[in-house]
């Protein structure tokens, strides 16, 4: 149980262009969703925040017009990385949570690497 | 602030052998603590979870952990490594309600 899946699982497109990643929790409904970046050989970066049915919260220094992030149900969150550029290189994982509390455990996507020409 | 201390970047230990990977916790309250895994080019996976209660918990694959509030530590271990748990380690503190902080990560090396 507790699966999620994002996808694409690899992304290598050219610079300026628009990139959607989709995670969506298989069997179970995900309240909270989370996008974390990882650089290499480092730990994972918490990007935002979503709750289903409203905006997302942005961690600070996270531009939320370069990075949108949509959560339109209880199984799906996207993020759109918008006019992309060589340095938006990088590998982005997704999380779910059955609830809003820091005792319900996160639920992660297998990432997308992402690289940009 | 709240933060996660991996002391140590790397560990070798040879198939059969146990295994201990340090994890400091920084955090006023009563922590809600993970150990996830990663696998290179992949998700991380739960391994197992500390809330509240028995400070000894047991995870998947034959991990546990324990928590002590003393020493602010959450190690994890295993008797006997197998040469599948080559993989990089996370240790993980929620804060601000249902946010993860995460260690910089042990890459675990098995030798055979």
């Known amino acids: 149980g507790a699966v999620v899946s994002q996808h694409p699982s690899w992304v290598i497109c050219k610079s300026g262009t628009s990139v959607k990643i989709e995670c969506r929790s298989l069997d179970f409904q995900a309240t909270t969703m989370f996008w974390y970046r990882q650089f290499p050989k480092q730990s994972l970066m918490l990007m935002a925040t979503s709750n289903e049915g409203s905006k997302a919260t942005y961690e600070q220094g996270v531009e939320k017009d370069k990075f949108l992030i949509n959560h339109a149900s209880l199984t799906l969150s996207t993020l759109t990385v918008t006019s992309a550029h060589p340095e938006d290189s990088s590998f982005y994982i997704c999380?779910?949570?059955?609830?809003?509390?820091?005792?319900?455990?996160?639920?992660f996507g297998d990432g997308t690497r992402l690289s940009i020409l | 602030a709240q933060s996660v201390t991996q002391p140590d970047i790397h560990i070798t230990v040879s198939e059969g052998a146990s295994l201990e990977l340090r994890c400091n916790y920084s955090y006023g309250a009563t922590p809600y603590l993970f150990w996830y895994v990663q696998s290179p080019g992949q998700g991380l996976q739960l391994l197992l979870k500390y809330f509240s209660g028995d400070t000894l918990v047991q995870g998947i694959k034959g991990f546990e952990a324990e928590f002590k509030r003393s020493q602010s530590s959450f190690n994890l271990r295993k008797p006997s490594v197998h040469w599948s748990d080559a993989a990089e380690y996370f240790c993980a503190v929620v804060v601000n309600g249902n946010k993860l902080v995460f260690g910089a990560g042990t890459i675990l090396r098995v030798k055979s």
């Open positions: 999380s779910a949570s059955p609830g809003h509390t820091g005792n319900q455990p996160q639920h």
